[in-house]
């Protein structure tokens, strides 16, 4: 990919290719689907909604090399942020606790 330079300083979107077009569908879908969990576990509430639309509302348009750049950033966030080992502790505590009701249930009997 290149960028190009508008003569303002501003970088100019360009097309991508089907193969590179795809890959960044891929990857909003992958963002999509992390900030929707995180926002249901009630992982980083001040942002996961916003984050969320955010990644609905880019899914539904063409790729650009914005697009491209914006889901490099977004996987750079959800990695800093850790929120994939958040949603793995929150999915191991409801797992926990699961388990412990139907023990409990069980000794019930």
């Known amino acids: 990919m290149k960028l190009k330079l508008a003569g303002d300083g501003n970088l100019e979107a360009f097309d991508l290719s089907q193969e590179e077009s795809e890959d960044v569908r891929f990857k ?12 249901n576990h009630g992982l980083e509430p001040d942002i996961a ?10 899914s539904s348009r063409s790729s650009s090399s914005h697009d491209a750049v914006d889901v490099e950033r977004g996987l750079m966030e959800l990695k800093k942020l850790g929120i994939e080992n958040q949603l793995w502790q929150a999915s191991r505590r409801w797992l926990e606790v699961d388990s412990n009701s139907k023990a409990s249930l069980e000794s019930d009997f």
Do not use: V
């Not at 909604?49 to 880019?58: G, K, M, T, V």
């Open 28 to 39: 909003q879908a992958w963002l999509t689907y992390f900030w929707r969990r995180a926002k």
């Open 49 to 58: 909604e916003e984050r969320l639309q955010f990644w609905i509302n880019h």
